[in-house]
């Protein structure tokens, strides 16, 4: 997928096209070198994106639904009491339903419907079921389980490109709190690429030590609720909504408690 500004014809770069629906469709802000254009249209077909350079005082957040569903377990290993770690091929699709505008200090100032296609990604995760019992005896209630997973899932994304060589924009995530494939509360971590490129295989390897670490850091964080430092993320397509810092730290415990590794 091309980029390019309408208004000189010049290009401004690529983007892979599994990604340009969320990326650069019709009104969303795009960032080349410094500089912020704003999308004019978006042509699946033609493979292009159409922009003008703009310097809104807004900026642009994607909203869309996710679903993964496992394709093959390449190894699934027990991880303590009610928890089980699994390295897994996936197929992601993503539907972006709308975007919203929003001030610097994260007001709202509108939401666009869209009505794009779903896009598809066969690529390789890292996930854990935590049984209900676990969930239990880590001190979270039934009620909070959404915000608590949701927020384990951003932190331990943050904390992923400590361990594998990769950025956060590389991964992706999903949490549940009943997965139609495993029929538990479960969690994964993606790689973004298709076929996959190491990073979740990585945290897979490292499960305990990318675990203790993001517990370590969420805990850390001297906010109440959960900020952009600790487990709100920049990409989430559900507006960071729930999240719960209290549940989450509990979830890393539990997950971190356990010693060694897959090998």
């Known amino acids: 997928m091309v980029v390019v500004d309408g208004t000189t014809g010049a290009v401004l770069g690529t983007v892979d096209t599994a990604r340009a629906v969320a990326d650069v469709h019709t009104g969303a802000v795009y960032v080349h070198q410094g500089e912020s254009y704003v999308v004019d249209t978006l042509d699946l077909d033609e493979l292009i994106a159409v922009t003008h350079p703009d310097q809104p005082e807004w900026y642009t957040t994607t909203q869309r639904d996710t679903s993964v569903a496992v394709l093959r377990a390449r190894r699934?290993?027990?991880?303590?009491?009610?928890?089980?770690?699994?390295?897994?091929?996936?197929?992601?699709?993503?539907?972006?339903?709308?975007?919203?505008?929003?001030?610097?200090?994260?007001?709202?100032l509108e939401t666009v419907p869209l009505d794009l296609p779903p896009t598809d990604l066969r690529t390789r995760a890292v996930a854990y079921t935590v049984e209900p019992e676990a969930l239990f005896a880590a001190g979270v209630e039934e009620p909070l389980w959404p915000g608590a997973l949701h927020a384990a899932e951003?932190?331990?994304?943050?904390?992923l490109p400590l361990l594998a060589t990769c950025d956060r924009w590389d991964i992706g995530g999903l949490?549940?709190?009943?997965?139609?494939?495993?029929?538990?509360?479960?969690?994964?971590?993606?790689?973004?690429?298709?076929?996959?490129?190491?990073?979740?295989?990585?945290?897979?390897?490292?499960?305990?030590?990318?675990?203790?670490?993001?517990?370590?850091?969420?805990?850390?964080?001297?906010c109440e609720s959960g900020c952009p430092s600790c487990i709100q993320s920049p990409k989430c397509g559900n507006g960071n909504d729930p999240l719960f810092k209290a549940g989450a730290v509990a979830v890393l415990r539990t997950l971190a408690a356990q010693d060694g590794g897959p090998g």
């Open 175 to 222: 949490s549940t709190v009943l997965h139609p494939d495993t029929g538990l509360p479960t969690v994964f971590v993606y790689d973004g690429y298709a076929g996959g490129a190491g990073f979740a295989e990585c945290g897979f390897r490292r499960f305990g030590e990318w675990m203790r670490a993001t517990a370590d850091a969420v805990e850390a964080c001297p």
């Open 154 to 159: 951003h932190a331990a994304i943050g904390l």
């Open 76 to 108: 699934t290993v027990p991880w303590g009491p009610g928890v089980w770690l699994a390295d897994v091929d996936v197929q992601v699709t993503h539907r972006v339903t709308g975007y919203q505008r929003r001030l610097p200090g994260g007001e709202v």
